[in-house]
């Protein structure tokens, strides 16, 4: 069975930075893509960041380019989200899932993701 769990949420200020993490176990993490997601209130789900299997591509919305970094570390089964510069509109839960099929993209799309953890939220104060 696959697990997914976040950790590194919290409450920061305006500009201020966090990292998550997100701990992958049950499936051979070092072969599937690997995204971050997000969900305000009153919102819909939004993708934030992919990585591919191989760490070799990444992809990011809009809206947070040139901001948040995604990165994985195969040997500790775990992917990161450094977010920097932090804005009030990036407050949500924040959610890590896993790729459906072995050797693929970091996909934009919840379709490309079949595992998801339970979140993590993040709050940026003004």
């Known amino acids: 069975q696959v697990h997914l769990v976040e950790s590194g949420g919290g409450l920061v200020q305006t500009g201020g930075s966090l990292r998550l993490s997100c701990a992958a176990s049950?499936?051979?993490?070092?072969?599937?893509?690997m995204g971050w997601f997000r969900q305000a209130p009153g919102k819909a789900r939004e993708f934030v960041a992919g990585m591919s299997w191989s760490g070799g591509s990444a992809s990011y919305a809009d809206s947070v380019k040139g901001r948040f970094t995604i990165s994985r570390d195969n040997a500790k089964s775990t992917v990161y989200l450094q977010m920097n510069s932090l804005k009030a509109e990036d407050t949500a839960l924040y959610y890590c899932?896993?790729?459906?099929?072995?050797?693929?993209?970091?996909?934009?799309?919840?379709?490309?993701?079949?595992?998801w953890g339970q979140g993590t939220q993040v709050t940026v104060s003004s």
């Open positions: 049950g499936r051979t993490f070092s072969i599937h893509a």
């Open positions: 899932a896993i790729g459906r099929i072995p050797y693929g993209p970091g996909s934009s799309r919840e379709s490309g993701y079949d595992y």
